[in-house]
T-cell receptor, first 113, second 114 residues
Framework: DVKVTQSSRYLVKRTGEKVFLECVQD?????MFWYRQDPGLGLRLIYFSYDVKMKEKGDIPEGYSVSREKKERFSLILESASTNQTSMYLC????????????FGSGTQLSVL | GENVEQHPSTLSVQEGDSAVIKCTYS??????FPWYKQELGKRPQLIID?????GEKKDQRIAVTLNKTAKHFSLHITETQPEDSAVYFC?????????????FGRGTSLIVHP
């Protein structure tokens, strides 16, 4: 069965902390995505990667960075967490091509206090 | 980039009624339009999709229609059941930075009353 695994389901951090959110997929997918989900705002793209060591900014990249050192792993980094980054973070992956299904992880609910 | 508008934000129906959710997109180059369902506390999952060379697609009680000229597409659910209650997201796929990027609508919360 296809799997996209996010390392934490719930995370509580302090303002100013550096936060790492990890995502691993076992489908040998080329594309990986980080979305942020907030009520009423839907799924907003933070960053995506279409190959190892490649990264592209999405719609809301400010305050975030990413790392993709291996094909199966895509990490989202909050350099200095702020309260307005409290949100649900969803990782997704898909194979290369223009019309491929997205597989989502179960999400990480991050609270920044 | 692409912009996807989705309406309504909330839809309340009685069991057995039909439900329709509508989306519009801005990039005429978009050619793939999936719909995702997210049940409470769970991850979004693909329920149906349509490509730009097709006008309509059905899968049991679910259907999607696409009007490329008007740049809008819709999800139709017939004979709704309580288990259809969820948030539904439409998406349009556009090409950027060497890859195809899904852009999502803001979601529709569908409530089916027994």
């Amino acid at each position: 069965d296809v799997k996209v695994t996010q390392s934490s389901r719930y995370l509580v951090k302090r303002t100013g902390e550096k936060v790492f959110l990890e995502c691993v997929q076992d489908m040998d997918h080329e594309n990986m995505f980080w979305y942020r989900q907030d009520p009423g705002l839907g799924l907003r793209l933070i960053y995506f990667s279409y190959d190892v060591k490649m990264k592209e900014k999405g719609d809301i990249p400010e305050g975030y960075s990413v790392s993709r050192e291996k094909k199966e792993r895509f990490s989202l980094i909050l350099e200095s967490a702020s309260t307005n980054q409290t949100s649900m973070y969803l990782c997704a992956s898909s194979s290369a091509g223009g019309g491929e299904k997205l597989f989502f992880g179960s999400g990480t609910q991050l609270s920044v206090l | 980039g692409e912009n996807v508008e989705q309406h309504p934000s909330t839809l309340s129906v009685q069991e057995g009624d039909s439900a329709v959710i509508k989306c519009t997109y801005s990039d005429s180059a978009s050619n793939y339009f999936p719909w995702y369902k997210q049940e409470l506390g769970k991850r979004p999952q693909l329920i149906i999709d349509i490509r730009s060379n097709v006008g309509e697609k059905k899968d049991q009680r679910i259907a999607v229609t696409l009007n490329k000229t008007a740049k809008h597409f819709s999800l139709h659910i017939t004979e709704t059941q309580p288990e259809d209650s969820a948030v539904y997201f439409c998406a349009a796929i556009f090409f950027s930075g060497g890859s195809y990027i899904p852009t999502f609508g803001r979601g529709t919360s569908l409530i089916v009353h027994p």
